[in-house]
């Protein structure tokens, strides 16, 4: 129903930004909570912001709070992530996805295919 594709990955030095964006296809037109995953080499993948459909609930992993801000721009069917004060920490390849509550996007069926981001310390 909704295909997801990651960009806005790269290399970046610690305390660097970057910003991650996810675009829909497909329908929609349907509401979904919107969620960021990550997952580092032979580690799981982790939980690590969610944005309701209207953008009126967030919620981050402790460890990313502060410094990662989610949000979306339904009008051009894309939600993004913000990520400021990088840490060698948070290299691994992110993942959007979609789901009908911020509690279920894990369950979803719609994920992207990911798009690595590096920090170097």
């Known amino acids: 129903q909704v295909q997801l594709v990651e960009s806005g990955g790269g290399l970046v030095q610690a305390g660097g930004s970057l910003r991650l964006s996810c675009a829909a296809s497909?329908?929609?037109?349907?509401?979904?909570?919107m969620g960021w995953f990550r997952q580092a080499p032979g580690k799981e993948r982790d939980f690590v912001a969610a944005i309701s459909w209207r953008g009126g609930t967030t919620d981050y992993a402790n460890s990313v709070k502060g410094r990662f801000t989610i949000s979306r721009d339904n009008a051009k069917n894309t939600v993004y992530l913000q990520m400021n004060s990088l840490e060698p920490e948070d290299t691994a390849v992110y993942y959007c996805?979609?789901?009908?509550?911020?509690?279920?996007?894990?369950?979803?069926?719609?994920w992207g295919q990911g798009t690595q981001v590096t920090v170097s310390s």
């Open positions: 996805a979609a789901g009908s509550s911020i509690a279920t996007i894990r369950q979803s069926p719609y």
């Open positions: 497909g329908r929609t037109s349907s509401s979904y909570a």
